[in-house]
């Protein structure tokens, strides 16, 4: 809980922004991609494995449940008088789990057999390579016990209802005494309950915040076309105020405002640091959970430069969990000396094209491109480093209208020409 | 060659139907201002009513914008849309997707409401309307791949009005391995084009030249004046300059038409 309110807090250190527009549509999105996956399965064999453990996971919770009023009240498949049902839902929690074992197999085998090449980025190295795989070896080992603990439920093997893969189980241990049964059918019984507490505290400091995140991610996303970028709204002021021929350009900021609802300091243009994005921006940062679907499709990371998509959204998770961190420590935050750019390099930011291929990809709706933007933005209007041939661009549109060296009055050169 | 400017008409009391955006490239780049001229040529002959701007248009900002540089946009933005508001101008139509997704998209806020329109989707309205046809002509039963520009396809959803009319062609249209939706950038969005790529083991346009020819295409189809430099230039790096063409689809209907 502690955790929760943490997370919530550092999304809370950017800045607002209005997306409550739409509802309906937004709703829409949500249960399409979130709940119902649809960007998933845009590649079919990852997109289905992930669903049958997405829907394993929601449907055995069912039956954890069950698992903790027994526990709570020393009942015994407190279920179980629903008689025939209870059976079928008991077989399908055991399919399912079966199902999901397999999957989750398989997607080990995808990440280091395999060795699909978007799980060996440079950036998916230590942590965040070793999380994916606690995650498999605890889906693993939870759907095991599940399965254990049905087999070795000697009550429930009688009954023979409901134990359609447990039953092949079961056998395994038949020579066992009845003690030694029950001993394990307890040992596991605890160890699924424990396990899966042990997972939702977990998550906090792992990628699987996703599970929770996406919904909200969903909701909350960029319902423009993908090709429009927001205008600042800060700079339109100021660009008004530039192309008035009425304004005075000596004139000084407008007095007596109220200087606790109007900060006197100008906006800074673009991000720096992560204060400088907004919210959205940073709940994209802690629902990203690293698959890399938009670095696999990323131009610049196909051709080998410094650019990952995914890289820009770990980074920024990166600083966000350090601020929070000088936060808890300090009471507030406290300078550091650091910035988002002490995690994300020019390079980094200069190779985009801004071709919106990550954003297209990614299953959650994260937008990795609008942080790109929010930093080219800061480096070009706050400290004016911008390239040479980028500031050459620029003179030329601010000279003559146009990225290279033409006069405006040649404009029209071509329609007499052969 | 018809072109009349938007002056000129205002000073006869006249309004176009439509407004052609020319665009920087498609004025200055020697490759991009056979773009435009083929696309005058078909206006020409569908006796469509617009004008230009000529000596009155500027760059619409999109490269300093994606560049970062805000400030300029907004700049350039507001000095358009004065004149096209002093015109009163209601439709645009241009060959360039950047232009278009930036008049389409981002002058709204700024001011400036207009319909805009990418030349593949006006050429498809004259095709409906049967203002022009389509017919193969020097290109029937060729082999053709289209190159999705992002600013039309991911930007804004436009996969079909370009397809659309190169199937009128009569030709045989491959897909790349990725197209549409799935379409790799040709490496020249984002101010790119005005820079040296970042460092890295291949530059863009050349991999994407590269899926572009497997599928072997005798040409290569985009509607983009950038996107068609950058394949033109991977497709110098391979030598392949003698078998395949990168042309415009602006350029595919009128030489076939052999206007």
Same mark, same amino acid.
Do not use: W
């Given at each position: 809980m502690k955790n929760i309110k943490k997370l919530i807090r550092n999304i809370k250190l950017g800045k607002s922004v209005d997306r409550t527009d739409n509802s309906n549509l937004r709703?829409?999105?949500?249960?399409?991609?979130?709940?119902?996956?649809?960007?998933?399965?845009?590649?079919?064999?990852?997109?289905? &494995?992930?669903?049958?453990?997405?829907?394993?996971?929601?449907?055995?919770?069912?039956?954890?449940?069950?698992?903790?009023?027994?526990?709570?009240?020393?009942?015994?498949?407190?279920?179980?008088? &629903?008689?025939?049902?209870?059976g079928f839902l008991i077989s399908s929690f055991e399919v399912l789990a079966l199902l999901v074992l397999l999957s989750v197999i398989i997607f080990w085998i995808r990440r280091m057999i395999l060795r699909i090449p978007r799980f060996w980025n440079k950036e998916m190295k230590g942590?965040?390579?070793?999380?994916? &795989?606690?995650?498999?070896?605890?889906?693993?080992? &939870?759907m095991v016990l599940f399965l254990v603990m049905n087999a070795t439920d000697s009550s429930f093997q009688q009954a023979n209802s409901g134990n359609l893969i447990s039953q092949f189980i079961a056998p395994w241990f038949k020579n066992l005494n009845p003690d030694l049964l029950h001993g394990i059918e307890r040992v596991a019984w605890w160890l699924h309950i424990i396990g899966i507490l042990i997972f939702l505290n977990y998550l906090y400091y792992s990628k699987h915040l996703h599970i929770l995140l996406a919904f909200p991610n969903t909701y909350y996303a960029n319902l423009n076309p993908l090709g429009k970028f927001n205008n600042l709204q800060s700079v339109t002021e100021e660009v008004k105020m530039m192309l008035d021929p009425n304004a005075d350009p000596f004139a000084n900021p407008p007095e007596n405002t109220d200087e606790t609802e109007n900060d006197t300091m100008p906006e800074k243009f673009g991000a720096e640091d992560i204060f400088d994005l907004n919210w959205v921006q940073l709940m994209n940062a802690y629902t990203c959970t690293e698959c890399g679907r938009c670095t696999s499709v990323c131009p610049a990371n196909i051709t080998g430069k410094e650019l990952s998509p995914r890289a820009i959204m770990m980074k920024t998770r990166d600083r966000v969990e350090e601020v929070g961190k000088n936060i808890d420590k300090n009471g507030k935050f406290e300078n550091d000396g650091k910035s988002l750019f002490d995690y994300i390099s020019h390079e980094e930011l200069w190779a985009c094209t801004t071709c919106n291929a990550c954003v297209a990809e990614c299953p959650v709706d994260i937008d990795p491109l609008s942080i790109i933007m929010s930093m080219r933005q800061y480096l070009v209007m706050e400290k004016s480093a911008a390239s040479q041939e980028l500031n050459m661009m620029m003179t030329n549109i601010e000279n003559n209208a146009a990225p290279w060296q033409y006069n405006q009055l040649d404009r029209l050169n071509w329609k007499d020409e052969n | 060659m018809n072109v009349p400017t938007m002056a000129e008409l205002a000073a006869q009391g006249k309004q176009p139907e439509v407004l052609f955006w020319v665009g920087c490239a498609g004025s200055f780049d020697d490759r991009a201002k056979k773009i435009t001229k083929a696309f005058v040529k078909i206006l020409n002959k569908a006796e469509v009513s617009f004008a230009v701007l000529g000596t009155e248009e500027g760059c619409t900002g999109d490269p300093a914008k994606r560049a970062g540089n805000e400030f300029l946009f907004q700049m350039q933005a507001m000095t358009n849309i004065e004149v096209l508001n002093a015109y009163e101008i209601k439709k645009i139509v241009t060959t360039c997707p950047h232009c278009f997704n930036t008049i389409k998209n981002e002058y709204p806020q700024l001011g400036g409401n207009y319909e805009v329109m990418h030349h593949?989707?006006?050429?498809?309205?004259?095709?409906?309307?049967?203002?022009?046809?389509?017919?193969?002509?020097?290109?029937?039963?060729?082999?053709?791949?289209?190159?999705?520009?992002?600013?039309?396809?991911r930007g804004n959803g436009i996969y079909e009005a370009p397809r659309d009319l190169i199937q009128k062609l009569e030709v045989e249209l491959v897909e790349m391995n990725r197209s549409k939706r799935n379409g790799l950038c040709c490496g020249a969005g984002g101010a790119q084009m005005f820079k040296e790529p970042e460092k890295g083991n291949k530059d863009i346009n050349i991999e994407r030249t590269e899926e572009a020819l497997e599928v072997k295409p005798e040409i290569i189809a985009t509607g983009c004046p950038f996107c068609n430099t950058m394949m033109t230039d991977g497709i110098k790096n391979k030598e392949k300059e003698k078998d395949v063409d990168v042309l415009d689809i602006a350029e595919l209907i009128a030489n076939a038409e052999d206007l």
């Open positions: 709703l829409k999105n949500m249960i399409n991609i979130a709940l119902g996956q649809s960007k998933m399965v845009r590649r079919p064999i990852a997109g289905i &494995l992930h669903i049958t453990v997405y829907v394993g996971f929601i449907i055995i919770n069912i039956e954890v449940l069950e698992i903790i009023i027994d526990g709570l009240f020393g009942t015994h498949r407190v279920l179980s008088f &629903l008689g025939g049902f209870y942590f965040p390579k070793n999380d994916a &795989l606690y995650i498999l070896y605890f889906e693993m080992i &939870l | 593949t989707q006006f050429l498809k309205s004259l095709l409906k309307e049967g203002k022009i046809k389509i017919e193969g002509g020097t290109y029937k039963g060729k082999r053709i791949t289209f190159h999705d520009p992002c600013y039309l396809g």
